[in-house]
Structure formats: structure tokens, C-alpha cells
């Protein structure tokens, strides 16, 4: 008697409207979800018609549920999975990081709880043999980080042949953190006729680029946040001095009685040092980032999740994936080198209707980088003095160490995302002189001789460490008669004789 009023739910629900089946329909309302959002109403509908996408969607917008929704559909109605008996993968997803790859697959087992569609995570960090060992199942929906891809690729491991759909997750944020070779190398693994849909936070030239050589007479959506920063977050600069930040944020974090913050640094170095200070003066916090393992990172953001651990300090990078409704604050505790990734920083606060704070702690240093983002969000942004930490008004800037992304360059396969957080590794660039010289060359650079230093460690068969001479040859390349073999050691002169 229960079950009509509740198909007539189901089918009076929005998302039916959308062409979406009731086993769908009924997770979705088990999940919350009563309204799509506005790249919802305009996605769904035109990936469940097999059309190509380029959407610009940033966090928060509901974009994930957009593509995994149709696309559980089609696989679930449409059965030619299976060739010669033996299924194949039918949609691959590819994201920037492992964090961002979790949470997607964590959607389709939500989203596919009514359905028969299998799912996998691979990224790099962890052991492959599990993840080989899944690959020999049944899996119809795979969700992958580049580097970790091409690792089973490489291995023979993994087939995309049956791929109908790509999916390009946070296409904006792969080609920043280098993965442009990659993807270039995945898809001529993949069937020439197939879906294509790309989603991306910003529609730069080279995400055009990428477009049209992948898409084919893509639908165009383009939308913002359901509800914008301005009208959702606060957001608040304290100016600070840069060795006052410390002290000022855990100011903010006791007298506020925050229990939620995630705070954002600019290197994984500074995410740890800070991390360790706030533990050591009674705030818990873990930090989390490119170099961390991932169970250690899995741990860190679940406990933060639970509301176990008080702070997260991340990175850019690892932060892209951390997915918390209703997350109370965000500090910048350095503002970023470009003002796009501010907006996807505070874009981790304000979700799903809920409010938020974003605070900013900026030094004499980032006064530049502040203008650029008030550039960007076209408008100034409140400033507040906090008694006691006020700036000094004589204090001169230091330059910021910059850590470019490496564009085109090849990201590590191991970590599934960038090593360096951003870039390359902060620092003197090296030079040639600066190379390890091969084995043998006294360290130093090739191409120049070595001069010999005593107790050098050479391995050429002196006692003294002084580097041997090479056996004399002919112009035949024959060893000379009575030369010595290199390696041998000289011989002491005899003091010549003094005069009488």
C-alpha cells in the first residue's frame, strides 16, 4: 500500500522532468537532493542524449551529480559493455588529484546504489597490485588520475578500448599542474567515436585548445555559483606582519571557538611547520599534501571531516577534491601567486546554502597579490586591524619565493598529481655546472678536468686520492710500449742530488 505514494514521489520529483530513471530519482532523495542546480538541469539532459560538453562549472555548483547521474543511466539501460563475453570499461573519468578522484567515485556508488554499474578509484601513492587485482573484474565506470593511468597502461593492466565516454574533470587545474603530456598519450587509447565531456573552472586559451580538439559540436554551458561568494561568504583581510601570523590566527581560532578551519599555504614545507606549531601549542592539526602517503592524507581528511581535528592545513593542490558542507572557515594563511586559485580557496566555505568566513592574514609581502584579487572579484575587499597586531607601517616587503606551475612537464606517476605543489622546487635553479658528474670524473662537471685534491676518495688505485694518468697510446689506440696502465700508482722521484 506504501509503494504508490511513493513512485508517484518519485515521479513527481524535478529530476524526472530531466529524463532521470526512479531507481536514480530514489538516491538522489535518499542523498538530500530535491532541486537540481542549474548545470544540473542543463547537463543532464544533453549527456543522456550521447552530446559532447564543455561546461564552465566551479566547485560547488552541483557538477559532479551533472555527469555521474546520465551517465549511471546509459550504462544501466544501454547494455553493450560486454564484448566476447568480457566487460569493458565504459566511462573513464580523469581528475587532477586523488583527493578529487575519491570523491567522484564516492558519488556514482551513491548515486548507483539502485543500479547495476560497477565503479574503481586508481591513483598513484598507494601499492598497484590491489588495484590490478580490481581490474581484472568487472568494472563499467573507472575514475583515474593521469600519472596512475598510464602506470597500468604500461603494465598491460588495463584495457580503454570499449571507452563510449571521457570525462575531463577540473580540466583547468590538470593542465596547471602539467598533465597536458598525459592526456595527449591516453587518448589515442581510446575509440575514435565517443563521448566527450569537459568541465572546468575557467575557459583559458589553452582549455580551448584542448576543446576543440577533443570535442565534437559540443553543447556550451556556462554558470555560476548557485549562490555567489559575495552573497555567501565573508569575506575579511587582516593586515598582519608576516611573523605575527602565527600568534594572530591562533588568536582567531580561540576567541572565535572555531572548531572547523582549513587553512591554505603555499608549500608543502609550510603546511607541515605550521601544522606542527598549532599541535605544539594545544590546536590539533594535521596538515595534508603532495608528499604525505595517502593513508596518511585519507586520515587527515577524515578525521577533519568527523570534526576530530580542529585545523587541515593544505596546499592548493591537495585541497582540490576536499568536498565538507557547511565548512565554517577558511584562512588564508598565505594568499596564492594567482587570484583564480583564491576563488577556488574560499569556494571550499559557503556550500550547499550554508554560510561562510573566508580570512585573509596578508602581510607587507602579498599586497601586490591582494590587488590582484580584488582585481578579479571587482571589488575591495573589508580590511580589519586586530588590536595588538597591528603592522608596522615601516615594515619592506620580501620577495615571495614563486613556484610556477610546470607547464607541459611530466608529473610524477606515483603521487597522481605534481610533486613540487604548484611547480618546481623552490630554490636556486640549478645550472650545468651544478649536474653530477658520472662516476669517475672526481664530481665535477664534464667537460671540465678535474684538479686533484689529496684524499679525495677517488677510485683510481692511489693511495693518496690523486687522480692517475691515462696509459699513453699510439695514434692506432694501442697502449704504448712500457707505458704504465692507468690506475697505477706513481712512483716517488728521488730528490735530485744537492751540489757539492
Given amino acids: 500500500m506504501s509503494s504508490a505514494p511513493a513512485s508517484s514521489a518519485l515521479a513527481d520529483s524535478p529530476f524526472s522532468a530531466l529524463g532521470l530513471s526512479a531507481p536514480l530519482i530514489r538516491a538522489i532523495q535518499e542523498h538530500g537532493y530535491s532541486q537540481p542546480t542549474p548545470i544540473q538541469k542543463e547537463a543532464i539532459p544533453a549527456v543522456l542524449q550521447g552530446r559532447d560538453l564543455l561546461a564552465a562549472a566551479q566547485t560547488g555548483t552541483g557538477k559532479t551529480a551533472g555527469f555521474t547521474l546520465p551517465l549511471l543511466q546509459r550504462i544501466s539501460e544501454i547494455d553493450f559493455g560486454r564484448q566476447n563475453g568480457k566487460a569493458k570499461i565504459r566511462v573513464l573519468i580523469l581528475t587532477p588529484t586523488r583527493e578529487l578522484a575519491s570523491q567522484v567515485e564516492e558519488s556514482v556508488r551513491v548515486y548507483g546504489k539502485y543500479v547495476d554499474v560497477k565503479s574503481l578509484v586508481i591513483f598513484g601513492g598507494v601499492n598497484i597490485n590491489p588495484q590490478k587485482d580490481k581490474l581484472k573484474r568487472r568494472v563499467d565506470i573507472l575514475v583515474a588520475t593521469p600519472g596512475r593511468l598510464l602506470d597500468h597502461v604500461g603494465q598491460k593492466t588495463i584495457d580503454l578500448s570499449g571507452v563510449e565516454t571521457l570525462v575531463l574533470d577540473e580540466a583547468d587545474r590538470m593542465l596547471d599542474m602539467g598533465f597536458i603530456r598525459d592526456i595527449r598519450r591516453i587518448l589515442p587509447l581510446l575509440p575514435k567515436t565517443r563521448q566527450n565531456l ?33 552573497e555567501l561568504v565573508t569575506q575579511v583581510v587582516h593586515p598582519v606582519d608576516r611573523e605575527k601570523k602565527r600568534a594572530l590566527l591562533e588568536k ?6 572555531w572548531t572547523q578551519v582549513l587553512v591554505f599555504m603555499r608549500t608543502k614545507h609550510g603546511s607541515n611547520r605550521l601544522a606542527e606549531q598549532l599541535e605544539a601549542s594545544g590546536i590539533s592539526a594535521m596538515a595534508i599534501h603532495g608528499n604525505k602517503s595517502q593513508p596518511a592524507r585519507e586520515r587527515a581528511l577524515s578525521e577533519f571531516k568527523a570534526g576530530k581535528l580542529r585545523v587541515l592545513v593544505a596546499t592548493d593542490i591537495a585541497a582540490r577534491g576536499i568536498d565538507i558542507d557547511a565548512l565554517p572557515h577558511v584562512v588564508n594563511y598565505e594568499l596564492p601567486m594567482t587570484a583564480e586559485d583564491y576563488v577556488h580557496r574560499i569556494g571550499r566555505t559557503g556550500r550547499a546554502g550554508s554560510t561562510g568566513e573566508a580570512v585573509s592574514l596578508v602581510c607587507v609581502d602579498e599586497l601586490k597579490l591582494l590587488a590582484g584579487i580584488e582585481k578579479l572579484m571587482k571589488r575591495k575587499l573589508e580590511s580589519v586591524v586586530i588590536p595588538g597586531f597591528e603592522p608596522d607601517p615601516n615594515a619592506k616587503p620580501e620577495p615571495l619565493r614563486k613556484t610556477p606551475p ?94 757539492a
Fill in 198 to 230: 569537459l568541465f572546468s573552472a575557467t575557459f583559458s586559451d589553452e582549455i580551448k585548445e584542448l576543446a576543440t580538439g577533443i570535442l565534437h559540436d559540443p553543447v556550451n554551458i556556462e554558470v555560476v555559483r548557485r549562490n555567489t561568494p559575495a
Fill in 252 to 257: 582567531l581560532i580561540r576567541d572565535g571557538k
Fill in 406 to 499: 610546470p607547464r607541459g612537464a611530466r608529473a610524477p606517476r606515483n603521487s597522481g598529481g605534481a610533486k613540487p605543489e604548484g611547480g618546481a622546487k623552490a630554490g636556486k635553479p640549478k645550472t650545468e655546472g651544478s649536474k653530477k658528474a658520472p662516476a669517475g670524473n672526481g664530481g665535477k662537471p664534464s667537460g671540465k678536468p678535474a684538479s686533484p685534491k689529496p684524499g679525495n676518495g677517488n677510485s683510481s688505485g692511489n693511495n693518496n686520492g690523486n687522480r692517475a694518468p691515462a696509459a699513453q697510446k699510439d695514434r692506432n689506440g694501442n697502449t704504448a710500449p712500457g707505458a704504465k696502465p692507468a690506475g697505477a700508482p706513481r712512483r716517488r722521484r728521488k730528490p735530485a742530488p744537492r751540489p
